[in-house]
């Protein structure tokens, strides 16, 4: 069983992640929010192993996310843009079933007309 600190520091990072999901443009953010709900579901019962190399993965990518929404929000980036280019070494370690959810939410991502049509009514 999970001690409280742990299950504090992964509801934390989820927490976070969502809320710098907000900085997204909404159909992004809906895929974000959709794509972290998962993956934090479907790794609650993962080995210990697992599970560092997972926060490490979810922590380096909140990282990048702060960082890139900070850099737009100073006025640093002339557009925003999120995400990072993986090198073909960083990928050689994924297994088969990482490269695919990855080929498939790049597919989603970057399609035209995205599954999530999603009307932000802040206007």
Excluded: C
Excluded at 67 to 76: I, R
């Amino acid at each position: 069983m999970a001690s409280v600190a742990h299950v504090s520091r992964v509801r934390s990072l989820y927490k976070r992640i969502l809320v710098l999901h907000r900085f997204m443009p909404i159909d992004l953010r809906a895929l974000g929010d959709q794509y972290v709900k998962d993956e934090f579901r479907r790794n609650k019962s993962a080995s210990p192993e697992e599970v560092k190399a997972f926060m490490t993965e979810w922590e380096k990518y909140q990282a990048t996310l702060q960082t890139q929404v900070l850099d737009a929000m100073s006025g640093k980036l002339e557009k925003l843009e999120f995400g990072v280019v993986l090198s073909e070494e960083r990928l050689k370690h994924f297994q088969d079933e990482q490269v695919g959810q990855l080929y498939e939410l790049m597919l989603e991502a970057t399609k035209p007309n995205r599954q999530f049509d999603i009307q932000d009514d802040r206007s």
